[in-house]
């Protein structure tokens, strides 16, 4: 039996499809022959990831040839990793530990391999706890009873904040957790509904820049020995330090830690479109980094030591073509 269209609207879809396939076959061009659309997942609008996975959309749509891109806000790192492996998303920017946990099937993958490689790394992220100047907040010690967000679920600043706190004998059990993006906490901070808050980000950030121009903020900073147990707990974290002044009224250096930030895909994308992307990342970094500072540490050099799992074939053969070494522990 024949299908009955069920709606007016239907129909008229259907009707558009059949007058587009015949626009197309009437000037030559097959459907296959149709411009690609990738879908970039990266983060809320509040971080660093969409601004510059906005930038890498529009390099994209601009300069690969049959390819367009778009942004898309998603719940960032977790998220993202199930995005790329079912395919929903072609690209995705993730911390470093939620790739390599992806990649291997851990913690919070519960055994199950992705199917993701990486492009590059583009910038450490650093995480930043944040709280009113006047909240008698200065360490993480003095998170303990209070009301903390931990960042959007199943986002990269949930995962980075538990593996810090656990890693210093706390956990999210010490104080009322409340699950926000980055703009919600922002807002929270300001209005008073939280006491602190996790970024995991590349710094500025704008929904810090925003709350530190309304309030006055404190940074918590992190002692050498809570940097070093993260650090073992986690080998993919680094020590940073938090420029004075990369936030109005905090004036003084942040000690803390950092993650690198990965540009990973499914390892099904074809070799040529995975070594375009990669070439036109690195040659056209300057327009990224007229979006967001984060980009000043986009580097070959970069993401080559900082990568935490094999690099596409496709972004290998960029790499090497100019002359740069690829480690072996990046190679599938």
Do not use: C
């Amino acid at each position: 039996m024949s299908r009955r269209y069920s709606n007016k609207n239907e129909v008229s879809n259907m009707r558009k499809l059949f007058l587009a396939l015949g626009a197309t076959a009437l000037i030559g061009i097959s459907p296959a022959q149709a411009e690609t659309n990738l879908s970039i997942a990266t983060g809320g609008t509040g971080g660093t990831y969409y601004p510059l996975g906005g930038g890498l959309a529009e390099l994209i749509s601009n300069h690969i040839e049959g390819h367009s891109a778009v942004a898309e806000v998603t719940g960032a790192s977790v998220e993202n990793m199930g995005l790329i492996h079912r395919g929903d998303s072609d690209l995705a920017i993730a911390l470093a530990d939620t790739v390599h946990q992806a990649y291997n099937g851990s913690e919070r993958f519960n055994g199950n391999e992705l199917d993701v490689l990486a492009i590059a790394s583009l910038y450490p992220n650093a995480v930043q706890i944040v709280a009113l100047a006047d909240s008698g907040i200065t360490s993480l010690a003095d998170l303990a009873g209070k009301t903390v967000s931990v960042g959007a679920p199943g986002s990269g600043t949930e995962v980075n904040a538990k593996a810090l706190l656990e890693a210093n004998g706390m956990s999210f059990d010490d104080f009322e957790v409340r699950s926000l993006n980055f703009n919600e906490s922002a807002d929270a901070l300001r209005d008073g509904d939280i006491d602190a808050g996790f970024w995991s980000v590349g710094p500025p950030t704008s929904s810090i820049v925003s709350l530190a121009n309304t309030r006055d903020i404190a940074l918590v900073s992190l002692s050498e020995e809570e940097v070093s147990n993260a650090s073992a707990e986690v080998p993919v974290f680094a020590p940073y330090e938090l420029r004075a002044g990369t936030y109005d009224g905090v004036d003084e250096a942040t000690s803390t830690i950092g993650i690198p930030n990965v540009l990973a895909v499914n390892n099904a994308m074809s070799e040529d479109l995975a070594y375009n992307i990669t070439k036109l990342l690195f040659e056209k970094v300057e327009d990224l980094r007229a979006i967001h500072p984060a980009a000043d540490d986009t580097t070959v050099e970069f993401s080559l030591e900082s990568t935490p799992i094999p690099l596409h074939p496709g972004a290998i053969r960029y790499y090497e073509e100019v002359g740069a070494t690829v480690p072996d522990k990046l190679r599938e």
